[in-house]
């Protein structure tokens, strides 16, 4: 049977199973599951199960409805989908869940990095280090130390003569 369960922050480990045909989520007592949480609107979003598995519907919420950081307004849901419910990461689990497959692929950005075995070791002029501009505030530095000495030994001559 179809659960929703909380993965992180103070409801974590929160749970509810998906008996009816919907199931109303959001911080109203009216909802089939209440999350108690400010991110959460009153009444946020529905699950729905239909033949083909089951739908998330966002229903107006203010701080919206994500689907592997994706915002949706209805969307189907496969088994380990990550369900934003305001900022309550949530996942689908169950056996009756449909895993998705590759006619529905999930829409995450990716990034490849290559990394050549025989790739030169040094790093790309633009993150090498300036010297010189290093020995400028040095130079400066003890100028400006040579000119308070300078100051500091000329008031003391004044003040004691």
Same mark, same amino acid.
């Given at each position: 049977m179809?659960?929703?369960?909380?993965?992180?922050?103070?409801?974590?480990?929160?749970? #509810?199973?998906?008996? /009816?045909g919907?199931?109303?989520i959001? %911080?109203?007592?009216?909802n @089939?599951?209440? &999350?108690?949480? *400010?991110s959460v609107?009153?009444?946020?979003?529905?699950v729905?199960?239909d033949?083909s598995?089951y739908?998330l519907?966002?229903?107006?919420?203010?701080?919206? #409805?994500?689907?592997? /950081?994706?915002?949706?307004?209805?969307? %189907?849901?496969?088994?380990? @989908?990550?369900? &934003?419910?305001? *900022?309550?990461?949530?996942?689908?689990?169950g056996?009756?869940?449909p895993e998705?497959?590759?006619e529905?692929?999930?829409?995450l950005a990716?990034?490849?990095?290559?990394i050549?075995?025989n790739?030169a070791?040094?790093?790309?002029?633009?993150?090498?280090?300036?010297?010189?501009?290093?020995?400028?505030?040095?130079v400066v530095?003890?100028?400006?130390?040579?000119?308070i000495?300078?100051?500091?030994?000329m008031?003391i001559?004044?003040?004691?003569g």
């Open positions: 179809a659960c929703l369960v909380v993965m992180d922050g103070p409801l974590k480990g929160r749970k #509810t199973v998906i008996e /009816n919907i199931l109303r959001g %911080r109203r007592d009216s @089939d599951w209440l &999350l108690q949480d *400010e609107s009153g009444t946020h979003c529905e729905e199960k033949d598995g739908l519907r966002d229903l107006g919420s203010t701080n919206g #409805t994500k689907v592997n /950081n994706e915002e949706i307004k209805e969307q %189907r849901i496969f088994r380990n @989908d990550i369900i &934003l419910i305001g *900022e309550v990461p949530v996942t689908i689990e056996d009756d869940v998705a497959g590759d529905e692929p999930l829409n990716r990034t490849t990095i290559v050549q075995k790739a070791k040094s790093a790309p002029k633009e993150f090498t280090k300036k010297s010189n501009s290093n020995k400028i505030w040095v530095i003890v100028l400006l130390l040579f000119v000495v300078g100051l500091t030994i008031l001559r004044k003040m004691a």
